[in-house]
C-alpha cells in the first residue's frame, strides 16, 4: 500500500489534518500527501464535545464529503472505536476502507467525563479481536495506534508509553501515537522501542521538523490545532465586527 510506504521515506509524514470538504481541497492545493481527519475538530464542527459524542453515522457523513473533494490518501480517527465491542469496530474499519480510506487512528482512553487509559490488557485484546476479524474480512488498512499516556500525564509516562507498544504491536498493526510527547530523549527512546512507524503531533514545544527527521519520527500530525486556531480568530473577527460597528474588519487584516 503506498500510504504505508510513505511512512518509511527519509523525511517524516506531514499529515494534514482536516475536518470537511473544504479543509481537505486546501490541504491538497498545498501539496500535502496525505489527509487525516481529527475527530475533535469534527465534533466541533458537528457542536460536540469531543469522545465519541457524535454517531459513527456522522463522522462517515464528513467522511464520504472529504473523499468526495480530493485524490488524496485520507486516515480517519476513530476515536476509540465507536464500540467497545471488537466486531463492531471491525464492522466500522471494513466500511471506511470500502470507501476508499487508507488508515484509521484507533485510541487507548475513553472518555466518561474525564479522560482515562483504558485497562492495558482490555485494550490489547480488544485490539487483537478488531485485528483479527479485518484478517479475515481481507481488510488492508494503516492501524494506527494512539497511546494517550502523555495526553493524560500517566505516572512513570515514558516507561508506560513503552509497556503499551510492546503489549499493542503483537495485533499486527502499523503505526503508534504518541501524542504530547515531545522532549527528544523521550521520543528517542519511543523510537528505539518499536519497529512500528512512530507518529508524534504538533505542540509548542515539539522540535522542529528537520529535528524530528533526525530524531527518525515517522509521521507527524496536527491534530485539531489548526482548527481551533482558525475557530478563534473567527470568534476574534466577530467581536470586531461588533466593536467596530462596521464591516470593515472582514476586509481589511
Known sequence: ????????????????????????????????????????????MLGYEDGEQMSFDELLYIVK???ASTTLPLTVDIESGYSRDPLVTAGFIKTLSELGVVGINIEDSLVNKTRKLINIDAFADYLNAVTEQLAKDNVDIFINVRTDTFILGA???????????KRYETANIDGVF??????????TAVVNSTELAVNVMCMPELPNFEALKELKVNRISMGNFLFDNLAANLENKITDVLESKSFDPVFNN
Not at 510506504?5 to 492545493?29: E, F, G, M, R, Y
Not at 505516572?155 to 507498544?165: A, G, H, K, M, P
Open 1 to 44: 500500500m503506498k500510504f504505508k510506504q510513505l511512512h518509511h521515506n527519509n523525511t517524516p509524514l506531514l499529515i494534514c489534518n482536516v475536518w470537511d470538504a473544504n479543509s481537505a481541497k486546501i490541504a491538497q492545493k498545498s501539496n500535502f500527501k496525505a489527509l487525516g481527519t481529527s475527530s475533535a475538530a469534527i465534533a466541533q
Open 65 to 67: 464529503r472529504i473523499l
Open 155 to 165: 505516572d512513570n509516562v515514558l516507561e508506560q508509553t513503552i509497556e503499551r507498544i
Open 178 to 187: 504518541v501524542p504530547c510527547i515531545t522532549n527528544e530523549s523521550d521520543i
